[in-house]
Structures are given as structure tokens and as C-alpha cells.
């Protein structure tokens, strides 16, 4: 969560941990898949963790070790 966080903050922010994983975790190999999703129309906590998570899973099906915006 990254409350006060526009899209694009988000994204520089979910790519730096992205790279970071992928950088340093030597064995077993490790990816990170992400989604985004900001509050724009004021979606319940529920509503904006849905919205993350079938981003996430679009990263994943995309190829893993991506990011991925709701």
C-alpha cells in the first residue's frame, strides 16, 4: 500500500522492488509479479484489492517478473 501514491509514483516504486528482487536473489531464482491499482473513483478497500490482484495475475499471465496496472 502506498497511500497518497499517484499511478505513475506507484509504478517507479513497484519496478525499483521488481529490480531489486531480480538483482539480488541469486538461488532459487526469484521473480516478482505486481499489480497497481489506485483509488480514483473511491473504491472500497475491497473493491481497490480486486482490482490489484487481477493485475497481478495479468503480470503473471503476461510472462511474470512484470508490473502491471488496474
Known amino acids: 500500500l502506498l497511500p497518497e501514491t499517484g499511478a505513475e509514483q506507484a509504478l517507479v516504486v513497484a519496478e ?3 529490480t531489486a528482487v531480480e ?4 538461488d ?3 521473480t ?8 480514483n473513483v473511491k473504491l ?3 473493491g481497490l ?3 490489484a490482484d ?3 495475475y ?3 499471465h503476461n510472462g511474470r517478473n512484470r508490473v502491471e496496472t488496474a
Open 16 to 18: 525499483r522492488i521488481r
Open 23 to 26: 538483482k539480488f536473489v541469486d
Open 28 to 30: 532459487p531464482k526469484c
Open 32 to 39: 516478482v509479479s505486481i499489480g497497481i491499482a489506485t483509488n
Open 44 to 46: 472500497s478497500v475491497d
Open 49 to 51: 484489492l480486486a482490482l
Open 54 to 56: 487481477e493485475a497481478m
Open 58 to 60: 495479468r503480470a503473471k
